[in-house]
């Protein structure tokens, strides 16, 4: 063997020890997911159903992957502002974002956001979906949304509805209920559904279209008028739903997603799919989560991209026929 020769087999070994090195942390790397804590980003402030649905998955999250969640609420925007954070977190799976279809559906049509969420986003489990109970201060002289809507009517511009912030499913939801009913109500955005809240219980705005409000109506606080979405009515006996209140047809859907950046790998995502699933098909989780109005749906990524393109299709037509602004 002549010297160039073994040098050059001294080398080639060489190299593939070093390739086989760096190939396998890649793999255990993969095997060993999560290596460390995973921010889970709840878009809104404490004590809206995005913040509390978020921590009920959190827990299970976490038994599930044997690591600590930290739920962190980065609010602001309509939830534009913490799904951008997590559009443009490092996508290894560590940081997931427990958006509101709001902010998938909603607020991109309405305003410029930093992210685009059929690129930016992978679905790795639908949370639930969301009912909205329309709520008013019990000051207000009406009994019934036919009641309110006549009301509204005979006081155009004078009642206004709160809401968790331009680009909100309960933003949306008060201007489509001005669409259908030919009224006329203003808007007044809040940073979350739990400061909307409070100030409807305080009787400074007199609507209220969200799920967070349905304590509030079996306390007494709020007067329920009626309940759309998922149906789930029975914490709130005597309050109709959106069809027997007078309003056929309410195309207006809403939820909460649990996604990932869109570059996670495939791995990571089957990982998450696979715990998720595991989840929200866990008797007390489905007990935990309608408790606060939501109803989980095991779906596969691809019925969730589905699901939500199909709404922002309805929301786009919604906010073009009610000429809708971000304003």
Known sequence: MT??????????????AAIAATALPLQLRAEAYPGRPISYVVPFPPGATNDSSGRIVARKLGE??????????????????GAEFVAKSKPDGHTLLNASTGNLTIAPQLVRTGY??????????????????FAIHPSLPVKTLQELIAYARENPGKLNFGSAGNGSGGHLAGEYLKLRANIDMVHVPYRGSAAAAKDAT??????????????????GQLRGLAVSGNDLRDDLPGVPSIADAGIPDWELSSGFVAVAPAATPAAVLARLNEVFAEILADAPTIASLNAIGLRPLVLTPDEIVASLKKESDTNRRIIEAAKITAD
Do not use: C, H, W
């Open 202 to 219: 305080a009787g400074l705005v007199q609507l209220i279209i969200d799920p967070i409000t349905a304590p509030l109506v079996r306390s």
């Open 116 to 133: 685009e969420p059929f690129r930016d986003f992978k679905p790795v489990g639908y949370v639930g979906a969301s009912r909205s109970v």
């Open 3 to 16: 010297g160039s020769t073994a040098t050059r087999r001294r080398f080639l070994g060489a190299g593939a």
């Open 64 to 81: 599930k992957l044997g690591q600590t969640i930290v739920v962190d609420n980065k609010s602001g925007g309509g939830g534009s502002i």
